[in-house]
């Protein structure tokens, strides 16, 4: 619903006063929260929070802006094939490449101890902070609290900021390193707070399970909690495949043994028989039959339930395949079914540099395409003739940069590298590859950026 010029609809429920406008803050009562923590702090789930660790961490007022979080809808529908590749792209795999010859030695030994291959390790780390680069920026303590109080999902929000409260009480964490996203998951691998107080390990054995400034606890935790969630040690996650005609039922968690798959006629991409190592698999078409198909092993499942996401498990199998290949060509054998296919985050940057340079104001470049880049997107198709759908696909960064100069970029870029491995090669080894460029140096220096996010930068 969109605010007129004639009126303005407010509702009010459980304290909340909001304006119908999409990117309007709703109006958090602060008499209504505090009464809120005070009835919080002698709950059970609190039991165990000692007052001054809860009024140490008590925020002094609401944050509206999680609570917008929340309740926002996206503007624009995702396909598939823009969400993986604004999360796997050939920049993001030289990124693990250069990370997997840097922790070469603690992923030896988590694959030691946990039987999680290292690839997988770190396709879930590029993934979920671009490994260890981008955490989010928001107080863990301000939105959990805000969350626990207002709106929806109270009693769930609650138990994580009581378990928020449990870490610094522990002494794992230090108060200014409980930031996160808006919703409270942080660390390097983004864990909740409550998966944080099960799975987290002491793997560099300073006596903290620090997932925020140590990689060897973030990659450790990540390991353990895939080997929790039922990852089978020697299995692959899953791979690319070829239907050949096969028409029949589908789905992840519809598994048949690999038998069952060859006889449907089911092959890799180049035509070989499906190799028996996996216990069984389910048939994934993320884009249906006219895209690519994988079969997917309990491997996979676990990569799931990091997130309840095919999308993002399939964002996670792949990248962990590139970097193991060694292979910056990011393309599956079959292509999605689209003439529009999804842009890498460089192409991203460039498209957002361009509607700058063309007199748009999208906020930060950034290379995320969100609501305020689509909104130009679309005004910009207006003007010279478009159809205005706000896609930025390769056609649109086509369109506007053969129309608008930006600055040039590097051509030796990853985008721009050559192909080396097929994606369909299966994984067969632990070994550890030569990085393809300079190794990432061992120490970071945590920075708070201007617009709020945390990023750990390379100390000099």
């Known amino acids: 619903m969109k605010q007129s010029a004639k009126f303005i609809i407010t509702l009010t429920i459980f304290g909340i006063s909001t304006h119908a406008l999409a990117n309007d803050l709703p109006n958090l009562s ?15 789930a609190f039991r165990g929070i000692s007052d001054a660790t809860f009024e140490a961490y008590r925020p ?35 990124a693990g490449l250069q990370a997997k010859a840097e922790q070469s030695q ?21 993934v979920e902070s671009n490994f260890g ?43 200014q390193d409980m930031t996160g996203s808006w919703a409270g998951a942080f660390g390097q691998t983004q864990f909740m707070p409550s998966t944080f107080l099960e799975l987290a390990v ?17 990659l450790a935790s990540t390991a353990n909690f895939l080997s929790k969630r039922g990852y089978r040690a020697g299995e692959p996650w899953g ?29 890799l991409p180049d035509g070989r028989p499906l190799p028996n190592n996996m216990a069984s698999a ?15 092993g309990k491997n996979f499942d676990t990569f799931y339930s990091y997130n309840a996401s095919e999308s993002y498990a399939l964002a996670i199998a792949h990248l962990a395949t590139l970097i193991e290949t060694n292979s910056t060509n990011t393309n599956f054998a079959t292509p999605w079914p689209t003439d529009d296919p999804g842009i890498s985050r460089r192409e991203a940057k460039e498209i957002q540099q361009a509607l700058m340079m063309a007199g748009y104001d999208i906020g930060n470049i950034d290379g995320i395409i969100g609501d305020n880049t689509r909104r130009a997107i679309m005004s910009y198709q207006s003007k010279v003739g478009v159809l205005p759908d706000g896609r930025a696909g390769k056609k649109f960064h086509r369109l506007i940069t053969s129309q608008i100069n ?20 299966i994984p067969s080894t632990h070994q550890v590859a030569t990085p393809i460029k300079s190794i990432v140096p061992k120490t970071y220096r945590r920075v708070v950026n201007a617009d709020g996010t945390i990023s750990l930068v390379p100390s000099q």
């Open 106 to 126: 603690v992923l030896s030994q988590i694959y030691a101890r946990y039987g999680v291959q290292p690839e997988h390790v770190l396709g879930v780390w590029g």
């Open 406 to 425: 930006i600055l040039p970029t590097n051509p030796t870029t990853p985008d721009t590298m050559p192909y080396q491995v097929p994606v369909s090669k």
């Open 202 to 218: 002491d793997f560099d054995g300073d006596g903290r399970k620090d997932l925020v400034n140590s990689n060897a606890d973030a």
């Open 282 to 296: 389910g048939l994934l078409l993320p884009a249906g039959i006219n895209g690519p198909a994988f079969l997917v």
């Open 60 to 94: 002094s007022e609401p944050d509206p802006t999680v609570i917008r979080s929340l309740n926002h809808q996206p503007e624009f529908k995702k396909d598939i094939w823009d969400y993986h590749a604004s999360l796997v792209d050939a920049e993001r795999v030289i």
């Open 239 to 267: 791979y690319e495949v070829k239907l050949n005609g096969y028409l029949g039922a589908s789905g992840r968690t519809a598994k048949k043994s690999m038998d069952y798959w060859q006889n449907q006629g089911i092959t």
């Open 30 to 44: 602060n008499t209504h929260f505090q009464q809120c923590l005070d009835n919080l702090k002698n709950s059970s």
């Open 133 to 175: 680069t981008t955490l989010g920026g928001k107080n863990l303590f301000s939105s959990l609290a805000t969350l626990s109080c207002f709106d929806r999902r109270q009693n769930y929000f609650r138990k994580e900021f009581a378990n928020a409260l449990r870490i610094v009480q522990n002494g794992d964490i230090q108060p």
